[in-house]
């Protein structure tokens, strides 16, 4: 198709909680996800959790014989949030400077369930895009309706013209 431009994703970040969650459904997603980044030969950039969700995830990129790129925070480390990490580490300061870190060695986003601290980092992946700060994909893996009530906010957000959109 002519004017369309086709973006290779090299590396992407995945978002996720430090639990499990109630729903074995997370777990077989993102199990199934490893599975599809490595038929696409699509290396891991994460945040360096070794609990939950954030465990499996690196776990089985490596099974899969792809790459991961641990972004660890220091807060994580006093946290006894990291264990035994499973590719290359960088260490950071602050979480902010780890969610930068993410978003520069990233070709694209994908949020898996997760509590605050996955929200958070999928809103601010959003909020840089809105800004200009990267134009990268960004994607939402709704297991099981986990994202239902965000998406009908967000999709309410932009359908109601609360005034809070640019113009």
Known sequence: ???VSVRKIKTICVSCGV???KDVAFVNAAFHLTEVLSKRKIDLVYGGGRLGLMGCVPTAVVRHK???LDIISSAFTINNLVG???GK???VATMHERLLTMME???AFITLPGGFGTLEELFQMISWAQLNIHSKPIGVLNINGFFNGLLIMLWNRNSLHTGHERS
């Open 1 to 3: 198709m002519a004017g």
């Open 19 to 21: 639990n499990s969650g």
């Open 66 to 68: 792809r790459q991961v």
């Open 84 to 86: 035994e990490t499973c």
């Open 89 to 91: 580490e960088i260490n």
């Open 105 to 107: 060695l990233s070709d």
